[in-house]
């Protein structure tokens, strides 16, 4: 499964350095792994069957920085690696760039309202499962 | 000048209470002030003029909280109140909400890179004072 | 009751403006009342009794922007209005300055775990009614 | 060089799930390199040689969430991997836990006002080379 989320650099992304603050680049790609699982899914898993996603492992590559006022694609590629984990890469390109100005990889569980590991729930599985649009 | 920017309630923006962080509607309504005054503008005004927006005051009613997954309109309506000061009158809705769950008055001045008051940008100005679209 | 909090400006606090960013004042602001009124106490409040605080009303000016690597002390007094609010007067100053760079009002109500406003729990009410040390 | 800093996790740091925000582990490892290194002298290095500090790459292993109230020990050793890169290795701890929460290995490097990479500083490479206190 593979998706790609736009994100704009506010002056709160940013820090006097003048360049994106290098943990908020944490928020860009959860902010495009929700918007790629779907909202309203991610909301009715919690609410509903009390199961949310933690990181549980997060290696990052900065190449370049992004500035205020820049235009961010979030490209996730989403794999699954056994029944508990799911394997996210991705990374941040400014819009016509050559190459990407972050690179990552973010593993996620799931966990119970008591923060135990369960399975990663079958509407997740299945969805992740699915072959790119197109392919 | 009016204007209404949608965001949406990601983790990030939640605390242990299970609702949005009251600053972080702060950071909702910057958002909402920079895509109303123009993304290249602002960038525009900062690199080549070197002059830079601050908040001069603020003052902010919380009526209801948001949840994650909510999506919030946030509504604009910024006024001139002098050659020095602009006043947005930002106010954030629930999709389909009554009535706002946060209201805010926010005063901003102009400041070039040594941190003085300059007077507003007459692209600024002449961008505040345009009625309304349909009026 | 009044209280004295430092806070150092980290790179995380600041923008591309090259002053703290002006959403990260509420954050020093909410940080010095936890300490006033006691890390334990608000823990076993929300733990315990299913009691948090949340902000209601805030009104801000800000008069002079914070660096990276400043030390400021944030001065809080907080009185009651009724039973079911407190006001806290706070301000945010820079070692040896002579004025505040940030002022605010801040006024607190309680809810229980369905966002419900209750009363003040007791003990708030008696430790905010404490004479300051030294009257 | 080693060294200890503690945080305490407020309302600003956690998020629904009421554990802390991932994201955040990393301003509070950021907060612990600049205290090691010195608020002061980070501060000068960027006011008067124009030399400053950024994250080259990042690794972390999450293994337990840190609650409001917990305090926590950022616990960080630093070594040179080259002239141009010294790599930290940082982990969080609860007071009076058995092992760490979250342990990451953070890399940085020098860059000029214009984001050209440096050499590290001579002050900032004999302040790494530093045998730990007690040895």
Same mark, same amino acid.
């Given at each position: 499964?593979?998706?790609?989320?736009?994100?704009?650099?506010?002056?709160?992304?940013?820090?006097?350095?003048? @360049?994106? +603050?290098?943990? %908020?680049?944490?928020?860009?790609? /959860?902010?495009?792994?929700?918007? @790629?699982?779907?909202? /309203?899914?991610?909301?009715?898993?919690?609410?509903?069957?009390?199961?949310?996603?933690?990181? +549980?492992?997060?290696?990052? %590559?900065?190449?370049?920085?992004?500035?205020?006022?820049?235009?961010?694609?979030?490209?996730?590629?989403?794999?699954?690696?056994?029944?508990?984990?799911?394997?996210?890469?991705?990374?941040?390109?400014?819009?016509?760039?050559?190459?990407?100005?972050?690179?990552?990889?973010?593993?996620?569980?799931?966990?119970?309202?008591?923060?135990? @590991?369960?399975?990663?729930?079958?509407?997740?599985?299945? @969805?992740?499962?699915?072959?790119?649009?197109?392919?």
């Amino acid at each position: 499964m593979t998706g790609e989320h736009t994100v704009q650099v506010y002056y709160e992304d940013t820090d006097f350095s003048g @360049l994106v +603050y290098h943990a %908020n680049y944490l928020k860009f790609f /959860e902010r495009a792994r929700e918007h @790629l699982l779907g909202r /309203e899914r991610l909301v009715e898993l919690w609410d509903v069957q009390g199961v949310g996603f933690v990181v +549980y492992r997060a290696s990052m %590559n900065f190449r370049e920085g992004a500035k205020f006022g820049d235009v961010l694609r979030i490209r996730t590629t989403v794999t699954l690696q056994s029944a508990y984990r799911a394997c996210f890469h991705q990374s941040a390109w400014r819009d016509g760039g050559e190459r990407a100005l972050v690179e990552a990889e973010i593993d996620l569980v799931c966990v119970d309202r008591t923060e135990r @590991l369960v399975a990663l729930p079958d509407v997740v599985r299945s @969805l992740i499962a699915e072959p790119p649009v197109g392919s």
